[in-house]
């Protein structure tokens, strides 16, 4: 019979392979195996954002903790690491020598391209991404700014600031899109990085294909009413109460590709649409510039037909 130390590490094995196999369909055998492998370092460095995609990502219900921990070795963060200064930054610059090819560099936010915008000790954090990308054995943009340029490159744009892939096209980037992204998306992106070695398969615009291969709306706990024609005329009349669909209140749900109403928010308790709010497309290209952010003219009358996808 085992000690109860041992029976608690079981333990906690046994439910990280139960919540990875069921949330991101990775096999036991494969967790199993990585569980030998060191530790895969990462770099996160940040770009003009507001570090909400780092404050979603602390807060997953996949074993946040697990995966800082055990899975991976963050070792530069400008919001978690301990060290600052010249400290943190010779620290990054041995990472990337000795793990040249091996580290994972995941960036948040949009790059200016006028330096006088973003430096960091001195030096301009658009070069530092640039050369710090060609070393990285993947590279994960997280949030829309990273992904598109986001609110940083919505017109007019003043400080130039463009994507990741608009800097290093010649460098494969995984985008992981959302403002912010989902924690457990984010979070099962680096796992599979982790666990097999490789970046996940990828849809057609180059985000991992099992969180965006469907909209919002295809999934939404609200698309029976759409499907009976079923709406709220506002927020705060009888019918939203009721749970009916927000599409004439300007929801973006059939456009945006996201994984909210599957994996969800808050550890999978609830998403955006739960809370009784439209979709904003946050995940799309762009969405800062296409227009009101929750608008949509429906002419009185007008039937809005409903179209199972
Ligand atoms: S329009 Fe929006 S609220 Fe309505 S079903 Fe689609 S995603 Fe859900
Ligand atoms: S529901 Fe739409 S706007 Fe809200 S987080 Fe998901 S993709 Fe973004």
Request: aromatic residues 8%.
């Amino acid at each position: 019979m085992g000690t109860c130390v041992e029976e608690i590490a079981l333990e906690k094995e046994r439910s990280v392979i139960d919540t990875w196999s069921r949330l991101y369909g990775f096999q036991e055998e494969d967790i199993r195996k990585a569980m030998k492998k060191t530790r895969t370092p990462v770099l996160w460095i940040n770009g003009l954002d507001c570090t909400g995609c780092m404050e979603s990502f602390l807060r997953g219900i996949s074993s946040t903790t697990e995966l800082l921990l055990d899975w991976i070795s963050l070792e530069y963060s400008e919001l978690l690491s301990s060290a600052s200064g010249h400290q943190a930054e010779s620290h990054k610059g041995r990472i990337s020598e000795e793990y040249d090819g091996k580290f994972v560099l995941v960036i948040e936010g949009a790059i200016p391209l006028k330096d006088e915008y973003l430096t960091v000790a001195g030096k301009s954090v658009r070069e530092e991404i640039i050369a710090t990308a060609q070393k990285a054995k993947a590279v994960l943009a997280f949030g829309s700014c990273s992904a598109w340029g986001g609110l940083p490159a919505a017109k007019p744009n003043p400080t130039e600031s463009v994507s990741i892939r608009e800097l290093v096209p010649n460098v494969p980037v995984v985008l992981v899109p959302g403002c912010p992204p989902i924690a457990d998306v984010m979070i099962g992106t680096l796992l599979h990085l982790a666990i097999y070695g490789e970046i996940p398969e990828l849809d057609n615009k180059g985000r991992p294909k099992r969180f965006y291969r469907q909209t919002v709306h295809q999934v939404c706990h609200r698309k029976p009413f759409f499907d009976k024609g079923l709406f709220a005329e506002s927020y705060d009349d009888e019918k939203a109460l009721k749970g009916y669909c927000l599409f004439k209140l300007g929801c973006k749900g059939p456009s945006t590709f996201n994984a909210c109403e599957t994996l969800g928010w808050n550890g999978m308790r609830t998403s955006p649409i739960g809370a009784g709010f439209a979709c904003i497309g946050c995940s799309e290209k762009n969405f800062w510039d296409k227009g009101p952010l929750c608008h949509r003219k429906v002419r009185a009358g007008a039937k809005i037909k409903a179209k199972a996808r």
